[in-house]
C-alpha cells in the first residue's frame, strides 16, 4: 500500500487546534512540546541556510533547508497535524519532503510490522500497574514493609513506565507511517530526528521508484531492545524518545557553557528536567543522571579497561544490571513528582543508587580514570552492547 500523495493539500490545510490548548489533556501526558522545538530547529536551519549563501564553494549539508519558509508555511510546519500531540520530532526539510514526496513510499506493511509489538506492550502494562499501582508507594504502610520488597518495588513501577511509553511512541510512529511521513530510501541512511545523513537521488522513473527500498528511521522515537539491554546509562538515553535527544544533542548540549562531557550533560538535562515541567521529581531524576554518567565513564576507563576479555564481559554483565537499577531509581522521582514523595522513597532505600554512583566515581578515580570524553573509541564501541550480543549496526549509531 502507498500513500496516494506525500501531504493533503496545500500547506495551510495542516493547521489544527493550538497545541498549547491540548497537550496537557492528552491520555499518556506525554509532555511534548513540539512547536517549541521545531521552530527553534528552524531558526537555526534559516541561519545555517543564510551562512551557506555566503560560503557559496562548501557544498551544503544533507537535509539542508531549500529556501527559507514563508510565515504560512513555518505555522503550517509547527502545527501539522502528523505528530502534534506525541511526537515524534521533525525537521521542516522532513515536512517538505513529504509534501513533496511521490505515490510509490509503501505504508502499510511498515505499519503493521512496527505495530505488531504494541498489543503485547499493552497487556504488559496493565497487568504490571495492576499488581503493583503507584499509588501503594505514597502510603504509610508501603514504608513498614522489609528493605527487599521496597527495592524490589521500583523495578515493577519502571517496567511499566516503560510499557506504557513503548505504546504510546510506536502509536505515534504509526501515526507517521500511516501518512507516508518520515519514508526515505535506506541508502540516506536516516538518523532519529536529524533525517537523511547521505545524498539520496530521486528515482528516475516509475520503475526505479516502486523499487526503491524505504524506512521510517527519520520518525522513530524509541528503540525498546536498545533500551531494554544497552549496557551503559549513556546509550540508554539515546535510544528513548530519540527524536528529541537528537534535538537536544544538537542545541542543547553542543552549546552548552562547558566542555566537559558530563558537565555538557547536566546542562541537558537540567533544560530537559524544565521541558518537561517543573515538579521537583523531574529535576531530582534528571540531575542524577550526570553523577551515573561521570562514575561509569571512571569505571571502565580505570577499572573494564585493565580487566581480561572474560571478565569484561562478566563486568558488563554487572553494568547493565546496575543501569536498569539506576533507572528504575531514577523512574521513582519521574512519576512520584513531588520533593515529599520522591526523598521519602529514596531515603527508605538509604539513597543507594547515588551511594553506589559515589562510590564507584571514588574508585574510578583513584584508579586513574577519567570522564566518557577521554576514553578510546575503542572502549566505547566494547560497551555498547551485552556479551553474546551483535553489534549494534552502523546506521543505528547516534551522535556522540
Not at 170 to 189: L, M, Q, R, S
Amino acid at each position: 500500500m502507498g500513500s496516494s500523495r506525500g501531504g493533503c493539500g496545500p500547506d495551510p490545510a495542516h493547521l489544527w487546534a493550538p497545541h498549547s490548548a491540548l497537550a496537557g489533556h492528552h491520555p499518556w501526558h506525554l509532555d511534548h512540546h513540539g512547536d517549541l522545538a521545531q521552530l527553534v530547529s528552524l531558526a537555526s536551519e534559516v541561519q545555517e541556510l543564510r551562512a551557506q549563501k555566503e560560503d557559496l564553494p562548501k557544498p551544503p549539508p544533507v537535509g539542508q533547508l531549500l529556501a527559507v519558509p514563508s510565515l504560512p508555511q513555518m505555522l503550517s510546519y509547527s502545527y501539522c497535524y502528523v505528530g502534534l500531540l506525541t511526537g515524534p520530532f521533525y525537521r521542516y526539510r522532513t515536512y517538505h519532503d513529504w509534501l513533496h514526496q511521490g505515490p510509490a513510499v509503501p505504508s502499510l506493511e511498515p505499519l503493521l510490522l512496527r505495530a505488531r509489538p504494541a498489543p503485547l506492550f499493552g497487556l504488559l502494562f496493565l497487568l504490571s500497574s495492576w499488581l503493583f499501582p503507584l499509588e501503594a508507594v505514597r502510603e504509610d504502610a508501603f514504608y513498614s514493609r522489609s528493605l527487599a520488597f521496597r527495592l524490589f518495588y521500583m523495578v515493577p513501577v519502571f517496567f511499566a513506565f516503560r510499557m506504557r511509553f513503548y505504546v504510546a511512541w510506536i502509536a505515534a510512529e504509526c501515526d507517521c507511517i500511516a501518512a507516508g511521513f518520515g519514508a526515505y530510501p535506506v541508502g540516506a541512511k536516516s538518523r532519529a530526528g536529524g533525517g537523511p545523513t547521505q545524498p539520496y537521488p530521486a528515482p528516475d522513473s516509475p520503475e526505479a521508484g516502486a523499487a526503491t527500498r524505504y524506512d521510517y528511521e527519520t520518525i522513530r522515537n524509541i528503540d525498546c531492545h536498545g533500551t531494554d539491554f544497552c549496557v551503559r546509562v549513556r546509550d540508554g538515553m539515546r535510544y528513548w524518545n530519540m527524536t528529541v535527544q537528537w534535538w537536544l544533542a544538537q542545541y542543547v548540549y553542543k552549546s552548552a557553557p562547558a566542555r566537559s562531557y558530563v558537565l555538557r550533560s547536566a546542562w541537558t538535562m537540567l533544560l530537559s528536567a524544565y521541558w518537561h515541567g517543573i515538579h521537583p521529581g523531574y529535576y531530582l531524576s534528571f540531575l542524577t543522571i550526570p553523577l551515573c554518567l561521570a562514575a561509569e565513564g571512571c569505571l571502565e576507563s580505570g577499572l573494564r579497561s585493565r580487566l581480561s576479555p572474560q571478565a569484561q564481559q562478566a563486568w558488563d554483565w554487572a553494568h547493565w544490571f546496575l543501569k536498569m537499577r539506576a533507572y528504575d531509581y531514577m523512574c521513582m522521582g519521574f512519576v512520584l513528582l513531588s520533593l515529599q514523595d520522591t526523598l521519602r522513597y529514596w531515603a527508605s532505600i538509604y539513597f543507594c543508587i547515588h551511594l553506589l554512583a559515589l562510590a564507584g566515581l571514588g574508585l574510578g578515580l583513584a584508579l586513574g580514570g577519567g570522564g566518557p570524553g577521554r576514553r578510546g573509541r575503542g572502549a566505547r564501541a566494547e560497551a555498547k552492547t551485552p556479551p553474546d550480543k551483535p553489534p549494534t549496526p552502523p546506521d543505528k549509531l547516534r551522535e556522540e
